[in-house]
């Protein structure tokens, strides 16, 4: 059997308050395009998982985030070639004020309304389990051919 390779990536939901930052992926990408998302990106050669996160939040967002915590870590099989292993992180932020990006348009939502959004697919089973679970409980997920299973640990 040949192994899996995945390409590690950062994602990262901010709060302030009682709500949470997301990013309205620009009409132009390739992914997830107008769909809402937390910021994030891919893991460079020269840096590790944490330093990646701040590094992708401050270029998509201008923010410098506090106390980030590892919350999920999910496997995405996206059938050819390579997949994904996204490291989840919650973090919070003590500013509003964002500067937008090539990514996409940033807006600072609800939480209690994020379900109202237009959200990648496998957010609407996600988010619930990031902010109403607790703490201090790790999900591992595995995306795959359009299923979402995602569960504690």
Same mark, same amino acid.
Do not use: F, P
């Given at each position: 059997m040949e192994r899996f390779v995945a390409y590690p990536r950062t994602l990262c939901f901010i709060r302030n308050g009682d709500d949470v930052l997301l990013l309205k992926g620009a009409? @132009?990408?390739?992914?997830?395009?107008?769909?809402?998302?937390?910021?994030? @990106?891919h893991v460079e050669r020269d840096e590790d998982v944490l330093a990646s996160l701040r590094r992708e939040v401050r270029e998509e967002t201008g923010l410098e985030i506090a106390d980030p915590v590892l919350r999920a870590v999910i496997v995405a099989d996206e059938g050819n070639g390579p997949g994904v292993l996204i490291f989840v992180y919650i973090a919070t932020a003590a500013s509003r004020l964002v500067r937008s990006s090539s990514e996409g348009e940033l807006v600072w939502v609800p939480l209690a309304r994020v379900l109202d959004y237009d959200l990648v697919p496998d957010l609407r089973q996600l988010l619930p389990l990031l902010f109403c679970g607790p703490a201090d409980t790790l999900l591992y997920g595995h995306y795959a051919a359009g299923r979402y299973d995602i569960h504690a640990s």
């Open positions: 009409a @132009g990408k390739r992914l997830y395009a107008n769909l809402y998302n937390g910021v994030g @990106g």
